[in-house]
């Protein structure tokens, strides 16, 4: 960092959350993005909106005690970091999974501020979650887990206030009980939660919309460059839901998917792998990657990270998790032949990573703006709610393409307007910061 005001900031923010690693690198990265534009004016200065945009506006902690199966009392921890409202009410899934901390639920929050900006559409940034680990559950002690969690954060949040949804370790049923347990103790008020499922009202298009969205985004890439999925080899890491339907929707347009992964195994075939066989083990049952049927020759499975294994590949989706991705295993995909990454997951690329993909001067699309599909679909559920209206999956998939178009053509003005090339990273990062600055800035000082 260069600017002396960015350098301020961060240095205060780096002594007083010293401990918070990701939180760190996630604000970090950004305020070498923005750089040139607190360069250019000192507005953002005298309104001290660094300070106040690295600060979470509330964080709430609670205790989620349960029972389980066999009647022993577990105590898990429970988050809401609600960062940013400029741009709207809070909004950003919830995360169960034993690696959570408040730490990696605050930079999911600040980067969801910057993220939903950019959909144009009412949200603001927030995150929450448990360590509570689903892996291994029974659906009673699921249903108890998120009556209890819901039980105290339902004082929190609201359908004109804060609007969860899921993440890693929340789908459709756990979302379910969240609001069942929000409608007992509140009534119906259908907008609380956005990915419930479509006969609860929730969207339809919403499951496959962070997939989907990430297809439409890597779509304007490759027409950088004159170039289409078809015939294309697509690394995907990760075998949940923005991963799988990453995996359909590379296949619809012509592209070989040709691994997935889970945090146990990978499962590889240069000539495309069984998406049918994936969504049987891991979309419709908790399964293992390594249970995956090897009905030839050619197809392999190793118990490694995807990023560990010589793949030659035109493309790559990070779609499972924060920092999967390290410097070397930046440099393997580089050897390998890789010209796209885009991301669907959550700063999965650490920035040693990012700079080996910027030094090879590929095409990378920074997850904040690639995988904003899902939150924009939640802002059209949340619309939905409201007019108590359900829209076809025709609709919600055309105005998915039509944001992430919108959400490409920001970064790339961004880029042209400071002269950065195709470094959509730091596009994505201008463009929303100047967007939300701008709404602080009107908004005054409270
Ligand atoms: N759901 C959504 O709408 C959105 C999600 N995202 C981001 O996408 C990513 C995936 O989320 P989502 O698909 O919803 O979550 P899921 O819980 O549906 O799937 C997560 C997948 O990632 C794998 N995984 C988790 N942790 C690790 C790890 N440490 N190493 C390797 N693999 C791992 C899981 O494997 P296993 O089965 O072994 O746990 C699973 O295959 C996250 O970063 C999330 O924040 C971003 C935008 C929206
Ligand atoms: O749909 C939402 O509200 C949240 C999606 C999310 O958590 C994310 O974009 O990372």
């Keep these: 960092m260069e600017n002396a005001y960015t350098k301020s900031v961060f240095e205060k923010l780096s002594a007083s959350n010293a401990h918070e690693t990701e939180f760190l690198q996630a604000v970090e990265a950004f305020l070498e993005a923005i750089e040139v534009v607190i360069d250019e004016d000192d507005t953002y200065q005298q309104h001290a909106i660094l300070e106040r945009m690295v600060e979470p506006e509330r964080i709430i902690t609670f205790q989620v005690p349960w029972v389980d199966d066999n009647n022993q009392i577990q105590i898990n921890k429970g988050y809401r970091v609600q960062f940013n409202s400029a741009n709207g009410p809070y909004k950003g899934g919830l995360r169960f999974h034993p690696t959570v901390t408040q730490s990696v639920l605050k930079f999911l929050a600040f980067e969801q501020i910057f993220k939903n900006s950019l959909t144009n559409l009412p949200i603001g940034g927030g995150k929450g979650g448990s360590d509570f680990d689903p892996k291994g559950r029974s659906d009673n002690e699921i249903m108890r887990f998120c009556h209890s969690f819901m039980l105290e954060l339902t004082k929190y949040v609201g359908s004109d206030y804060d609007v969860p949804s899921g993440d890693i370790g929340v789908g459709q049923r756990e979302l379910s009980y969240l609001y069942g347990t929000y ?3 509140q009534g119906p008020h259908l907008g609380v939660f956005t990915g419930k499922p479509t006969n609860l009202y929730g969207s339809f298009g919403r499951t496959e919309a962070t997939g989907y969205g ?30 799988y339907y990453a995996a359909k929707k590379v296949q619809e347009l012509g592209g070989i998917v040709i691994s997935m ?6 499962v590889y075939n240069l000539a495309g792998i069984d998406l049918d ?21 050619v197809t392999k499975i190793e118990e490694k990270s995807v990023w560990d294994i010589d793949l030659e590949a035109d ?3 990070p779609c499972a998790t924060q920092n999967e991705i390290n410097e070397d295993q930046a440099k393997r995909l580089i050897k390998n032949g890789v010209k796209f990454v885009a991301e669907g997951a959550n700063m999965p690329t650490h920035s040693n990573g990012i700079k080996v993909f910027k ?9 904040k703006a690639s995988n904003a599909g899902g939150v924009a ?14 829209w076809t999956t025709e609709d919600v998939d055309r105005q998915l393409q039509g944001i992430m178009k919108q959400i490409f053509v920001q970064c790339q003005q961004a880029c042209e307007d400071y002269k950065l090339g195709f470094d ?3 596009g994505a990062d201008i463009a929303s910061f100047k967007k939300v600055a701008k709404q602080m800035i009107q908004l005054g000082i409270y």
């Excluded at 297809?215 to 991963?243: P, Q, R």
């Excluded at 992964?261 to 990978?266: C, E, F, G, L, V």
């Excluded at 066989?277 to 020759?297: C, F, G, M, P, T």
């Excluded at 679909?377 to 359900?390: G, K």
């Design 315 to 317: 493309i790559a989706l």
């Design 424 to 426: 959509y990273a730091a």
């Design 359 to 367: 030094e090879a001067a590929i095409y990378y699309a920074p997850g």
């Design 261 to 266: 992964s889970d945090s146990n195994a990978t």
């Design 183 to 185: 409608k007992k103790l």
């Design 277 to 297: 066989a994936i969504k049987a083990l891991k979309i419709d049952h908790s399964d293992r990657i390594v249970n995956y049927q090897i009905k030839d020759e």
């Design 377 to 390: 679909v939640s802002a059209l559920e949340m619309s939905q709610n409201a007019q108590r209206l359900q």
């Design 214 to 243: 990430l297809i439409y985004f890597l779509n304007e890439m490759l027409a950088v460059t004159n170039e289409s999925l078809v015939g294309k080899k697509v690394i995907i890491s990760g075998s949940g839901n923005v991963a």
